[in-house]
Each structure stands twice: as C-alpha cells, then as structure tokens.
Nanobody, 119 residues
Framework: QVQFVESGGGLVQAGGSLRLSCTQS????????????MAWYRRSPEGQRELVAR???????GYADFVQGRFAISRDNVAKIVYLQMNSLKPEDTAVYYC?????????WGQGTQVNVSS
C-alpha cells in the first residue's frame, strides 16, 4: 500500500520561500515510483483541491499558471521523494499542499502540509 507523507510547510512572509518534500512509502500497485507522473496539489480554505505542478518520469515538468516562474518541482527516484521549491510566495498561496500521482489516486492522499503566507 502506497502512502505519501508531505512535509516542509510552515509560516512565511510574502516574498519568502519554502521547500516541500513528499516521501513515498510502499510501492504503487501497478508500477514503480520512477515510472509514475507525480504532482503537487493544494487546497485553500475557500476552494477545491487544485493541481499546482507535475513532473513526468523523465523529469519534464508542467505548472499551473498561478505558480509559473515561482515554483519548481523535482524528484529523486532513488529515494522516492518529490520536492516543491516555492519562491516569491504570496498570501494567496496559503493552502494545504498534497502530493499524489497524476492523475491522483484517491486512496493515496496523505494529510498534506500547511503553508501559511502572511502579508
């Protein structure tokens, strides 16, 4: 059974940076971590969960328009870790951040990590 554990969140002032980490334990029921597209998602207090960034098995990346140029997703296939480097943070980036495969597997959602950006 796969579990994703997110960490690295916290409170930061606008313009600051955080680096989130997501560790996978266990193995995907169909394929290994290194062959899966992975992604970071977030859910703000007011909204639904939304896609932030994704990274393919070959490390090609894609970003939501609202984080383009500010966030960077990366992965370590040996350690089974996905990172999200967040720079130039804005108050509207305040949310709980989650990682999962892309498209997401419902039973793999973890607890997420809270990011709070103060103005």
């Amino acid at each position: 059974q796969v579990q994703f554990v997110e960490s690295g969140g916290g409170l930061v002032q606008a313009g600051g940076s955080l680096r989130l980490s997501c560790t996978q334990s266990g193995s995907a029921y169909r394929s290994a971590f290194h062959s899966n597209t992975m992604a970071w998602y977030r859910r703000s207090p007011e909204g639904q969960r939304e896609l932030v960034a994704r990274i393919l098995h070959n490390s090609n990346t894609g970003y939501a328009d609202f984080v383009q140029g500010r966030f960077a997703i990366s992965r370590d296939n040996v350690a089974k870790i996905v990172y999200l480097q967040m720079n130039s943070l804005k108050p509207e980036d305040t949310a709980v951040y989650y990682c999962n495969q892309y498209p997401p597997i419902r039973i793999f959602w973890g607890q997420g990590t809270q990011v709070n950006v103060s103005s």
